[in-house]
Nanobody
Framework: QVQLAQSGGGSVQAGGSLRLSCATS????????MAWFRQVPGNEREGVAA???????SYADSVKGRFTISQDNAKNTLSLQMNSLKPDDSAMYYC???????????????????RGQGTQVTVSS
């Protein structure tokens, strides 16, 4: 059973930065599709960013140029660096791990086999 443990998040003013981390037992990390999702109460979870087994990344249009997804294969850790944060970025953020082919599609959160517990990000104006 793959486990994902999230850390980071918190509260910041608009324009600030936060970094989310996701330590995982998935091994080797490079064989998985890893992703970050976020959810605002009342809305469906939306994909924020993903990184495939070759290190290729994809982003939601709303975060392009501001967020960076990365993974450290030696430490088995997925990260999301969030810069120039906006109030609209406020949400519960989740990391997820799944089969490598998920990165070839616009996969939904439930399609990922393993999911983190979530961490709150709040951006004030």
């Amino acid at each position: 059973q793959v486990q994902l443990a999230q850390s980071g998040g918190g509260s910041v003013q608009a324009g600030g930065s936060l970094r989310l981390s996701c330590a995982t037992s998935a091994y080797p990390l490079s064989t998985y599709c890893m992703a970050w999702f976020r959810q605002v109460p009342g809305n469906e979870r939306e994909g924020v960013a993903a990184i495939d087994s070759d290190g290729r990344t994809s982003y939601a249009d709303s975060v392009k140029g501001r967020f960076t997804i990365s993974q450290d294969n030696a430490k088995n850790t997925l990260s999301l660096q969030m810069n120039s944060l906006k109030p609209d970025d406020s949400a519960m953020y989740y990391c997820a791990a799944g089969s490598y082919y998920l990165c070839r599609t616009v996969a939904r959160f439930y399609e990922y086999n393993y999911r983190g517990q979530g961490t709150q990000v709040t951006v004030s104006s």
